[in-house]
């Protein structure tokens, strides 16, 4: 009776899994040794393989083709399941990005200068940041983290610039993509005109890097690693590198070898790109031409110190020590300058206050404090400009506010 189609068509696929075909091939050889054993044959042979009453030619030339077609068909898997993962990356960054206020004047002003340099290839910058961004796949059933989140940045031959942020914002992440340690999710970056991702090894013949944690040899002296460094990029006298990246360059240093630092990096800066990251908002005064503020990876602003302290520090700060029970007088004559006058610290007599620039005038503020004086016993006081940190402090919080929102 002739086997049912389906029989044959079931049979021969499961002929050609390769754990079938491994099992038929020592069947017939174990078939072939018995026959042998008993006297029948003399047990299988490779010249028997063109014996075709036995198929082994053919079932080896089957396995052989499956472990091909198992390969690809692997790699096709293993792609796929890294794609899901970029896919659940994005998703989770845009319900981050949904949290996102309205994109600043300055931020959205410089992503235009990128683009308007992409169309048409002009101006000298050396750095050009277009939409970097960096998302870490989720672990051990943690979710994935948007370390980095469309970052457009344009960078000019000879400027210093410092990227500022709260501890886990993605400075690190940004200068790692940069100097090619991680590669971003999405966007890309031109050092020099070179595309980081296509390039890396040209761009790092122009590179200098100085990582958050030393990479010094202790048996070798500062020039032995400047010739031994310089050697590596195949440099020779005074070369060196036109654009140079710092992940916190000063943090661990005594003052006076900061200051030796500082003074070393304002020379060098004549005509390279210095990009540094730092949580020293002096050193950010003293280096950097530009600072941006990055949090929770979104830029929140960008321009130089003079440009940060007008926009964000509309306020004086006027701070007066006095003894505790004198403390209700002060702020009675605070708030008479300023009816918005905003207390921002207080412990045993010491008072700070936030007083708005559009509604006080210094002299006001001396004229009340002799006043005061006539009152109270005013052990000690001040009046100071906002500083960097303030700027820092009032953005950071106001950006994470508008998240936890
Ligand atoms: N390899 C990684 N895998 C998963 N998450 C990471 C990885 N590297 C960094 N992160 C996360 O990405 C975020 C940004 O980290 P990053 O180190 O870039 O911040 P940072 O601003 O340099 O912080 P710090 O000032 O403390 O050095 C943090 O939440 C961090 O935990």
Redesign the pocket.
Known sequence: MEMPRIARVWISAMESFPGFALYRVFYEFSLKARDAKVGHSPGMKWQDLNDRTTGMKELLIIMVVEWFILLVVSYCIDKKSSLFRVKTSSSEMNSIRAFDPVEKADVAQERVIVEQFLDQRNGSYSVICDDMKKV?PG?DGNPA?A?VQGLSLALSRGECFGML??????????I?MLIGLTKPSSGTAYVEGLNILSDMSRVYTSMGVCP?HDLLWETLTGREHLLFYGRLKNLKGDALSQVVFMD?PSTGLDPASRKQLWDVLRRAKMNRTLIL?T?SMKEAERLCDRLGI?VD?SLQCIGNTRELKARYGEFYVFTATTPSSDEQEVERSVLQLSANANKTYHTAGTQKFELPKNEVKIADVFKAVEDLKNKVDVQAWGLVDTTLEDVFIKVARGAVELNVR
Request: aromatic residues 10%; positive net charge.
């Open positions: 870490y672990k983290k370390a942020g709260p501890n886990g914002a993605g400075k690190s992440s940004f790692k958050q916190e990251t949580h990055l990876g």
